[in-house]
């Protein structure tokens, strides 16, 4: 029966906390009580106790608790063993009475009477008793009471006793925000985060505790980064739905209604089995404070069906006020309905605080586009326009200047003929003209507004047989049409007045058309069309009279080149536009950007990734945002990724804020990519769920399964291992049409399952990658799933299928090239692999050997680490005399200070104790602990 619980507990061991652990602790307690083993019974149900506590049950812990206390009093002595754990149990059943409301008040101050007892009887400090009362005295509204052991509990020495160093300060950060010492709260807390955390509550708590100390004190970011943190550690936790709702309350009161939202849809649930009545009412009120903040009518979903955000914020609201009122006459105040109604009517902390590095630079991107202009100079100063020009002169000097691209002299010149000739005064032609001018003044800001003016010019000069005109406006109207999209209308419109214009015009004007009926032709997808007729315009750009022209032909041509695939034409002509001095900062950004795709083409990484800085340095808009994607994109999976953050931080960014869609996920995958190569997992774990979210239904649709394998590897980094097993598999069953890709997913699948010790279920999994690499014509890549699978059969103890595997290995390795680099590196490590087996099946001396050839293997093809580590695993096997030699030669050779130098120094200094040469084993050990950080 004995045997039983053992077996019990050292199951419950490797459980993490939740309902199947404590079901197991609770078993075991069973079994021990039908043993008649009291002190087993004691043993059970003092981790009963942590079950519970932990495992979001904590109203259970009082009966196991009172039951082992009321038995070690009986025996102190033969309990002896367990006194510091029963006493620390004291706070946590101080602190589940405030959970309570049915537990009398006089039986908590009964049980700090007698927590303070013992304390001083074991010789502890207060400082654990004042921080209790302190939290007691909070609970009940006693003010006085509260400051008061506050001060004490800070005066008090630590123990052994006291909250860890996380625990502790996460109090006082709270004592000190609730009195609006925010600053002091800072304080008490930066030292703490500068530390290290040793305790499962921490950092989450503590910085859930300083979500409105951080914002009341100015400090944005760190209250974003916060909440991100903490957040994402809490929010698998039933037993954390208080401090869940402390997330839903920053979220509201920081402008992030829509994200407190989503937190409250998604924890709604877990009020149908809650730890607390405390916890209960606190996110019933902070879920009130939150659905009145969002439009009534918004339906939210709960246990499968719609409610109105109104009626779940009345119910809500009564259910926090229901949970308080027990509270209150239970503790004879008013102070948990006081603090209900206030959360409920709070008033926003700030307007908006970003939640992300890309929200942040979002709104920063939009208040500047907001903000009003600045104002103009009370003198404008206006290009002198010829006084003696009138009538048409003017308006042909207006159109000429246009041309020359001295847009300011033309507008000059129009608004001369405004002034000169009255309304009655103009013809027809005029008038016409007028639109034409109007049209090109504002085809950049409203293209519609410019396509509807053409299109009347268009009409009236045609009614005055102006072919000239006519064919002027059909080629502006076709042009425009095609840089909106509607190409075949474009064309049909306006490449035959353009070719006559290019053909017959002015010979000043000619070349200027030639460029337009380039770039239609470009545009309709005929690119040898368009070099032929920028080939014949070149002559032609020199009686132009304009640079400018120069210039825009050297980008059309550029441009044109490579769509042809004629990049090595392309270079000289971008490289030209950036060296000429008529080019502006908008021309040298386009062959910046053009050129950063002409050398990505090449694999030239390096120049690509300078020629897009060029080019979001000299741009604006779109193309800015472009070029810094395309920037970040290149440097976020080597390692200059850290280099990529702000670049693809910008470029979600702008893209956001000029409403594009797509463009912001497709950015958030890439900068997902360079937080996790620049170790920022839980940013990128942030930013990949972003982009997941974004994109099913989208026209980048194709891009989710790589969002999902992004996000698979950020949840790995931070523990989240089930997360990513979710997102590995999601990807498997979206069904892998390539065997390459399906084996890597395969593979994937059994990483996770492995490092969550999951070995028996990660044995199929390699072996389904094995399968489909091979099927991919990749061996190598098999042999490696093969190999992960044998290691995991042997840690989930299946011997034989490790055996077997290992044969599989060896088969698979036959027909390779046995003196390639990679093949001698798994012939070795298969060596390595069959040595661990051998040892765990009792066979030492095959064992060793084994280890030393995979040794030899390693040593052929200087892998020095691997071969290493196969060093001291053939000496641990080896007795002392034939062990000292392999150890001292790892010792002396590895990288002095590696985790291999120091595990082959500890052995050596052993052996060298155990072979009776002590000087020498302290010598070693001196060596190893000077190093010792």
């Keep these: 029966m004995t045997d039983k619980v053992h077996e019990l507990m050292s199951r419950a061991d490797g459980m993490p906390y939740g309902a199947a652990k404590t079901t197991v602790v609770e078993e075991a307690v069973r079994y021990a009580d039908a043993a008649d083993d009291l002190d087993l019974s004691f043993a059970t149900r003092m981790e009963l106790v942590n079950a519970y506590q932990y495992g979001a049950e904590p109203g259970k812990s009082f009966v196991p608790f009172s039951w082992c206390l009321s038995t070690y009093d009986e025996d102190p002595k033969r309990f002896g063993g367990h006194t510091h754990t029963l006493l620390w149990y004291f706070k946590y059943m101080i602190s589940n009475l405030t959970g309570f ?54 005066a008090a020495p630590r123990d052994a006793l006291s909250d860890c160093i996380g625990c502790d300060p996460t109090g006082k950060v709270r004592h000190l925000s609730r009195h609006q010492r925010y600053e002091e709260a800072v304080g008490v807390a930066v030292p703490v985060l500068q530390g290290r955390m040793t305790c499962r509550e921490q950092p989450q708590h503590i910085l859930t505790s300083l979500l409105p100390a951080y914002v009341h004190t100015g400090r944005l970011t760190e209250a974003a980064d916060a909440h991100r943190r903490a957040y994402r550690t809490l929010r698998a936790d039933r037993g954390e739905l208080e401090s869940v709702a402390d997330h839903i309350q920053f979220c509201a009161l920081t402008g992030n209604e829509v994200r407190a939202l989503e937190l409250v849809e998604r924890h709604l649930g877990w009020l149908d089995n809650p730890p607390s009545p405390r916890a209960v009412m606190r996110f019933a009120s902070t879920a009130a404070l939150t659905l009145r903040r969002v439009d009534p009518d918004l339906s939210i979903s709960r246990r499968g069906s719609e409610v109105a955000a109104a009626a779940l914020a009345a119910e809500m609201a009564d259910l926090a006020a229901e949970v308080a009122a027990r509270f209150d006459a239970r503790n004879g105040s008013k102070q948990q309905s006081d603090t209900v109604a206030n959360t409920i009517a709070a008033e926003p902390w700030v307007e908006y605080l970003p939640l992300s590095e890309t929200a942040r630079r979002a709104v920063e991107r939009r208040s500047v586009a907001a903000a009003p202009a600045p104002s103009a100079p009370a003198v404008v100063e206006t290009p002198p326009v010829d006084p003696g020009l009138t009538g048409d002169a003017l308006l042909d000097h207006a159109e000429e200047r246009w041309r020359v691209r001295d847009a300011a002299g033309a507008r000059a010149a129009w608004a001369a003929f405004a002034d000169r000739v009255p309304d009655a005064a103009r013809t027809p032609s005029q008038a016409a003209r007028l639109l034409d001018a109007h049209g090109l003044q504002i085809v950049d800001e409203d293209p519609q507004a410019a396509l509807d003016a053409w299109r009347e010019s268009l009409a009236a000069h045609a009614d005055l047989d102006d072919d000239y005109r006519v064919r002027r406006s059909r080629a502006r109207i076709g042009m425009l049409l095609c840089q909106l999209g509607e190409v075949d209308e474009g064309v049909a419109t306006g490449e035959e007045p353009l070719r006559r214009l290019f053909t017959e015009g002015d010979p000043a004007t000619r070349a200027g058309w030639g460029i337009s009926l380039a770039a239609m ?53 971008l490289r030209a536009v950036q060296a000429t001095e008529a080019a502006d900062d908008m021309q040298r950004g386009y062959a910046a950007f053009r050129l950063g795709g002409l050398l990505l083409h090449r694999d030239d990484i390096e120049g690509a990734v300078d020629a897009y800085a060029d080019a979001a340095a000299l741009t604006s808009g779109p193309m800015a945002a472009e070029a810094r994607f395309h920037r970040g994109r290149l440097l976020a999976a080597g390692p200059r990724a850290a280099e990529a953050v702000p670049d693809l931080v910008e470029a979600v960014a702008e893209f956001t804020v000029y409403g594009a869609v797509e463009p912001p996920a497709l950015a958030r995958i890439e900068l997902a990519i360079a937080y996790l190569n620049s170790g ?221 130098w120091y595990r082959a120094g500890y052995a050596l200094a052993d052996t060298l104790r155990t072979l009776g040469r002590d000087p020498e084993a302290d010598t070693i050990q001196g060596r190893l602990d000077a190093a010792t950080p």
């Design 101 to 154: 409301p049915e537990i009398p008040l006089d039986r908590t101050y009964a049980i700090l009477d007698d927590m303070e007892r013992r304390w001083r009887a074991g010789g502890h400090t207060m400082h654990a008793v004042h921080r209790y009362r302190e939290m007691i005295a909070a609970h009940v509204g006693d003010s006085d009471t509260e400051v008061e052991q506050f001060r004490l509990w800070s």
């Design 521 to 573: 032709q470009l545009a309709a997808g005929r690119p040898a069309e368009a070099l032929d007729v920028l080939n014949r315009a070149e002559p032609l750009v020199e009686l132009s009279g304009t640079p400018e022209i120069g210039v825009e032909m050297r980008l059309l041509r550029a441009t044109v080149l490579l769509a042809l695939d004629r990049a090595d034409e392309a270079e000289p002509e």
């Design 680 to 900: 920022r997992a839980h940013e990128a774990a942030e930013t990949a769920e972003e982009a997941v979210a974004a994109l099913p239904g989208s026209e980048v649709a194709a891009e989710l399964p790589r969002a999902r394998q992004v996000l698979a590897s950020a949840y790995r980094q931070i523990g989240e291992l089930d997360a990513a097993l979710d997102l590995v598999r999601a990807n498997i069953a979206a069904g892998e049409s390539d065997p390459y890709g399906l084996a890597r997913l395969r593979e994937d699948e059994g990483d996770v399952l492995e490092a969550a010790d999951r070995d028996g279920e990660a044995v199929p999994a390699y072996e389904a990658a094995a399968t489909a690499y091979q099927t991919a014509e990749s061996p190598l890549d098999s042999v490696r799933a093969l190999r992960k699978a044998a290691r995991s059969a042997r840690y989930a103890s299946q011997l034989d299928d490790t055996a077997r595997l290992l044969d599989a290995v060896e088969t698979a390795l036959i027909p390779l090239p046995s003196a390639e680099p990679a093949v001698v590196f798994h012939a070795a490590g298969l060596d390595y692999d069959r040595s661990a087996l051998a040892d765990r099946m009792g066979r030492r001396a095959e064992a060793a050997m084994l280890a030393g050839r995979a040794a030899e293997g390693y040593d052929r093809i200087g892998a020095a680490d691997n071969a290493a580590d196969a060093r001291l695993t053939q000496a641990e096997l080896l007795d002392e005399p034939a062990a000292e030699p392999l150890l001292r030669q790892v010792f002396e050779s590895v990288e002095h200070g590696t985790n291999l």
